[in-house]
């Protein structure tokens, strides 16, 4: 079920309000659209950076400036970081991490890592679900290190708000919604681990083994608890 923000929280956003770079937005969404990999990079990178920058602003509420319509549309896109909606941070990331170059995900999954550490709780799931299956389906690319990136960022992302995300993302794993959605991606590291191991179920072994490390993590970090029946069963 969708947390909901509680008093506090709800009096803290209101308290604190924003406003969207209109101009920024523009030239981020015009340079994640480029055809050239390396000017998707660069954009990546710089946002990343300025996302990373200490003493900046968190997520706030956005504000309408003077003769704008008022932003009723979707809860994401009613909040800001430091100038950018996160709806539209959203919207991104949703193309970023099936990109089929290895840097541009990379460098996508860094962004990822950064942003969820910035959204409250109490709307990083609705954030972070529709950006898990695009993350794990590429534990199965054919780039070690994208694999390798892949797993780190989703442990990573696991480990924050007290592991409040890590079963989101086990049931994830463990419900097989990301693998159908990478199968494009996935199917030339298929082809080429199949050749080198026949009959071996390409998808078992990297689900298992990010599955054991959230394990691992929540109880290291007494959070196992708060995990559902229905999760372990999984």
Not at 6 to 13: D, F, K, N, Q
Not at 14 to 32: K, M, N, P, T, Y
Not at 93 to 105: G, I, K, P
Request: net charge negative.
């Amino acid at each position: 079920p969708q947390m909901m923000p509680s008093a506090s929280a709800i009096a803290a956003a209101a308290a604190s309000v924003g406003f969207e770079d209109e101009a920024a937005a523009e030239a981020l969404r015009a340079a994640i659209a480029s055809k050239a990999w390396k000017e998707r990079v660069d954009a990546v990178q710089r946002l990343t950076s300025e996302l990373s920058m200490p003493n900046g602003e968190g997520v706030k509420c956005l504000e309408e400036r003077e003769g704008q319509e008022s932003s009723s549309g979707p809860l994401l896109a009613q909040y800001v970081l430091r100038g950018h909606r996160i709806g539209s941070l959203q919207a991104y990331l949703t193309s970023l991490l099936a990109d089929s170059v290895t840097q541009v995900f990379c460098s996508a999954a860094d962004l990822l890592r950064i942003v969820c550490g910035h959204v409250p709780l109490y709307i990083a799931p609705l954030f972070l679900e529709p950006l898990l299956p695009p993350l794990v389906a590429r534990l199965i690319d054919t780039s070690s290190r994208v694999r390798s990136k892949a797993s780190e960022s989703a442990l990573e992302i696991a480990s924050m708000h007290g592991c409040a995300l890590s079963e989101m993302i086990a049931q994830c794993v463990a419900s097989g919604s990301a693998w159908s959605g990478g199968a494009s991606m996935g199917a030339g590291a298929a082809s080429s681990s199949t050749e080198r191991a026949p009959g071996r179920d390409l998808q078992t072994g990297p689900r298992l083994q990010l599955l054991s490390h959230l394990v691992q993590s929540v109880q290291d970090n007494e959070s196992a608890g708060r995990w559902t029946e229905e999760t372990w069963q999984a």
